[in-house]
């Protein structure tokens, strides 16, 4: 199996599955337990948090929760914000984001705030001019995120967070991290000082799936969203998933020490099937091209064909894809950030998302590129839009309607 959809999940990481083992049988004590056997549980959940929060350039440990993903950190952050701000009804965010944040919004429109979704261009490049006429004096908060998780496109956060601590010091902003965790440098107390909230999840980085991260940046108005014990300072009531954590500190403190090298691999080994397809293949384009990306990421458009067949055909093969449309969840309607990007109708049925990581090697970018020119052609031959015999677009063909006279 080739698998090239680490923007779906990526696999738990052999070191984190061996530090996260003694916790289930051997160390299995709750954390808020009061005897001695409970006490190295407790250290290690904190020396996790403390390796995190390092990690992320945060001023406090305290300043990190932990939750079961990133949707719980962004609910907890977004409604936690309503909550303790009540007389703040508008929200800005964009028109590509998770449906994490994306569904949210819709949400709370239906009960009455107002909500701005910022537009983009046709290579994902937010439009920074709206963004700006957008801030009212009564935005409560702005929720945008780092990195598309589509098209890989990195939004300008630095800026745009300045920006809006600029215009109103009181306004919010939540960073939606999870895409960009460990594969592009955050630093709270340098390039990130104007986020006040940021969302990740362990299992896009090699941690398991169930386990996550919301960082709250001390003295931020935010209600506790999960209500119930004393955990978490209070914050997040339920009992720490004690496995969970010790193995998504484990997946951070790998990431750390292999950084700049796995990164620089994966850029290379990413442009080199984006040159290769684009070579190989005519009609084809890279969605985000002309926008910073993340290094892993590739979301290729292949004209006048079907996303969902390409898919069939590379899973076939032993190759994991996903599709820049959302046929494969049984819709017919297509991606909505490629539509919001305004990528052409004969484009955005038929993109394809490829996502690396550290475990990519190159024999396998070298199999898809030997394939994947070979499904295209074989699914074009398939299509009414293509002329096989002249290897290009059909010409439209122009109809002439038939017309009934009466005598």
């Given at each position: 199996m080739i698998y090239l959809d680490n923007n779906a999940t990526t696999a738990v990481a052999p070191e984190v599955r061996d530090a996260m083992a003694p916790f289930f049988c051997d160390e299995y004590f709750n954390p808020s337990s009061m005897y001695d056997a409970a006490k190295p549980v407790k250290h290690a959940v904190e020396s996790a948090r403390e390796l995190i929060a390092q990690f992320l350039g945060a001023s406090y440990t305290s300043e990190l929760l932990f939750t079961s993903c990133a949707t719980e950190s962004l609910n907890a952050a977004i409604f936690?914000?309503?909550?303790?701000?009540?007389?703040?009804?508008?929200?800005?965010t964009t028109a590509v984001e998770h449906p994490a944040v994306l569904e949210i919004g819709k949400e709370?429109?239906?009960?009455?705030f107002e909500v701005s979704f910022i537009g983009v261009d046709r290579q994902g490049n937010l439009n920074l001019g709206e963004f700006v006429r957008e801030l009212r004096s009564d935005t409560l908060l702005v929720a945008i995120m780092h990195a598309n998780n589509e098209t890989g496109v990195v939004f300008p956060i630095e800026r745009l967070s300045r920006v809006v601590k600029e215009t109103d010091p009181s306004i919010l902003f939540l960073c939606d991290a999870t895409q960009s965790m460990t594969k592009i440098p955050i630093?709270?107390?340098?390039?990130?000082?104007?986020?006040?909230?940021?969302?990740?999840?362990?299992?896009?980085?090699h941690a398991p799936k169930g386990i996550g991260?919301?960082?709250?940046?001390r003295g931020t108005r935010c209600r506790t969203f999960l209500i119930g014990g004393h955990q978490e300072l209070g914050r997040r009531g339920g009992t720490e998933n004690v496995p969970y954590i010790i193995g998504m500190a484990k997946a951070v403190e790998c990431a750390a020490g292999n950084h700049a090298d796995d990164q620089k691999r994966i850029e290379y080994l990413r442009n080199k099937l984006e040159n290769g397809i684009v070579q190989k293949i005519s009609n084809v384009e890279v969605n985000g091209s002309g926008a910073e990306r993340m290094p892993n990421t590739l979301n290729i458009a292949v004209h006048y064909i079907e996303g969902e067949g390409i898919l069939?055909?590379?899973s076939a093969l032993g190759i994991c894809a996903s599709s820049g449309s959302a046929c494969t969840s049984g819709s017919l309607e297509p991606s909505h950030v490629l539509t919001a990007m305004g990528v052409p109708f004969t484009?955005?049925?038929g993109s394809v998302r490829f996502s690396l990581s550290r475990y990519t090697v190159e024999s396998e970018i070298d199999f898809v590129l030997d394939k994947f020119p070979e499904i295209v052609a074989r699914l074009r031959r398939l299509s009414p839009y293509w002329d096989q015999a002249a290897n290009k677009p059909r010409?439209?063909?122009h109809v002439v309607p038939n017309r009934t006279h009466s005598s």
């Open positions: 936690g914000a309503i909550r303790a701000n009540p007389e703040r009804r508008h929200l800005i709370l429109q239906r009960e009455g630093q709270l107390n340098g390039n990130f000082r104007n986020v006040d909230m940021l969302a990740f999840s362990g299992h896009k980085f991260g919301l960082y709250l940046r069939y055909q590379l484009a955005k049925h010409e439209p063909q």
